[in-house]
């Protein structure tokens, strides 16, 4: 008898290898499921369990998780770029311009990230607006507010930063004007313009100091934020926590909808 | 012992009539009495398989795009040419569009500034947690500081001439007066829901409709010395 792809897979995860690495087991039961979350890493970020109302389209629009996604693109699109590009004035230029003629994949490389770039910073705009015409700011989830702004700003230096490293004119000239405006800062202002720079003008010392912001500190950072970001949602009570929305909602939910006051473990 | 009438309980809520009487709540009151397990569905694998579906949504069409438009470049970085005009990137158009008409230190750090503070304490304001119709409670006061308050930005943005940001402005004011003459009884189920908008609700629609007009206006009408020009006079 003939087993099926099914059968060849529970036997892998039957696996002594298999088992050494996911600490959860095997099995579908709800205790393996919930372990599954909890015992991982990265998923026991999560709750183990999610309210259904949340899963519908109109609930979230998948926004939180379309932004993570934008996110792990341009991960997985800038380190291979980093690869073939030296942060110095002009070399950067010239690395660009191989990145697109002569690089295999190179352009598609390029134009991913590119794309991802701006895709995240207009859904990252779309998910806190989303989030705040939910009302899902509301105690207890204040602070996990307080992060999305953080991570909103953490976004647009992590943009800003990566419009300079082509080195081409439509670069050099967005971050000329935008960083004047850091001159502007009463008292402060030129100390700003040139701790942001290395100069007083965007130069090489700019590349270089935008191109570490940019594919070290902020990375990280973001990252860093993000963690708390997703691990305050399990402990605030997940998501469309009923306790957090206005009367009138509350008043007007469905009576299944009631809620679990003791969520969030 | 009592008889099977005794039991017929929830039908009448007289307490001469029949002592065992069960509480009724309404459901505005409910949600602390009511405290039950909401339907719920495992992480594993329900909620994993719809992201993983949605990330490949979205991967295939950043893919797809990625294929079919090419990202610009334009000649090596040459300070010693300016390009008319010079644009930033697109999310910081319109702060750019604000510089336009105030000095730096108001439209690049005084404004992002308060509208990042604006941002962080909204959770923190009593009124935006409560979230009742603006026009509901004490109403003739609201009323006043509303027309002082839109009046006010009204002219400022007028003797500034930043007819840009003024037309968002003078559009939500009339939204907002409709907002104050609706009832939340109203047979309209617009005006209902109107006349339900919290304060903190304007505040925030007004932001997002200044924010996109004003990118949109620096994105795509803004020529050579951020002269006005129609997008396809490119």
């Not at chain 1, 806190?128 to 105690?139: E, I, N, P, T």
């Not at chain 2, 007289?14 to 949600?31: C, G, L, Q």
Request: glycine share 6%; proline share 5%.
């Amino acid at each position: 008898m003939a087993k099926t792809v099914d059968q060849y897979f529970d036997d892998l995860r039957g696996t002594r290898v298999w088992r050494s690495i996911f600490r959860s087991g095997t099995g579908s039961s709800t205790l393996k499921r919930a372990l599954a979350i909890q015992q991982n890493v990265f998923l026991h970020l999560f709750s183990t369990k999610v309210r259904s109302r949340m899963l519908s389209f109109s609930a979230t629009w998948y926004l939180g998780t379309l932004t993570l996604s934008t996110f792990l693109i341009l991960v997985a699109t800038g380190i291979p770029l980093m690869f073939y590009y030296h942060p110095s004035a002009p070399q950067a230029y010239a690395d660009t311009k191989d990145l697109q003629f002569v690089v295999s994949s190179g352009l598609f490389l390029r134009n991913l990230h590119r794309w991802s770039a701006h895709a995240m910073v207009f859904l990252v705009f779309a998910h806190m607006f989303k989030v705040f015409y939910r009302g899902a700011y509301r105690s207890p989830r204040e602070f996990n507010w307080v992060i999305g702004v953080i991570l909103l700003l953490m976004t647009l230096l992590l943009s800003y930063t990566g419009y300079l490293l082509p080195w081409d004119q439509l670069a050099y000239w967005a971050i000329t004007v935008g960083s004047n405006i850091a001159s502007a800062v009463p008292v402060m202002g030129e100390k700003i313009h040139f701790l942001l720079l290395g100069g007083n003008a965007v130069n090489a010392n700019a590349l270089l100091r935008f191109y570490v912001l940019h594919c070290m500190i902020l990375p990280l950072t973001a990252m860093f934020f993000v963690a708390i970001h997703f691990w305050r949602i399990r402990k605030d009570g997940g998501l469309y926590s009923h306790d957090s929305e206005p009367a009138t909602v509350r008043a007007t939910a469905p009576a299944a909808a009631t809620p679990n006051a003791k969520e969030g473990q | 012992m009592a008889d099977s009438k005794d039991f017929t309980a929830g039908v009448d809520s007289n307490a001469k009539k029949s002592p065992r009487r069960i509480v009724f709540i309404t459901r505005r009151t409910s949600a602390q009495v009511k405290a039950d397990t909401e339907d719920q569905v495992q992480t594993f694998p329900e909620v994993l398989f719809r992201s993983a579906v949605a990330v490949m949504v979205l991967a295939t069409v950043l893919v797809w795009v990625a294929l079919m438009f090419n990202a610009p470049l334009e000649g090596l970085a040459d300070p010693s040419h300016t390009p008319n005009p010079a644009k930033a990137p697109w999310y910081f158009l319109g702060l750019q569009e604000m510089l336009h008409y105030f000095p730096p230190v108001v439209a690049g750090v005084l404004v992002p500034g308060l509208v990042v503070m604006a941002l962080i304490i909204i959770p923190y304001f009593k009124v935006n947690i409560e979230a009742d119709g603006l026009f509901l409670k004490d109403r003739q006061r609201r009323l006043q500081i509303f027309y002082v308050v839109a009046l006010a930005l009204s002219v400022f943005l007028l003797v500034f001439k930043v007819y840009a940001a003024l037309v968002p402005t003078l559009i939500m004011a009339a939204v907002m007066l409709l907002a104050s003459q609706s009832s939340p009884q109203s047979p309209s189920a617009f005006r209902r829901y109107l006349a339900a908008r919290p304060l903190s609700y304007w505040v925030m629609t007004w932001f997002l409709f200044e924010l996109v007009v004003l990118t949109a206006i620096g994105t795509f009408f803004r020529g050579p010395g951020w002269e006005f020009v129609w997008p396809w006079q490119g």
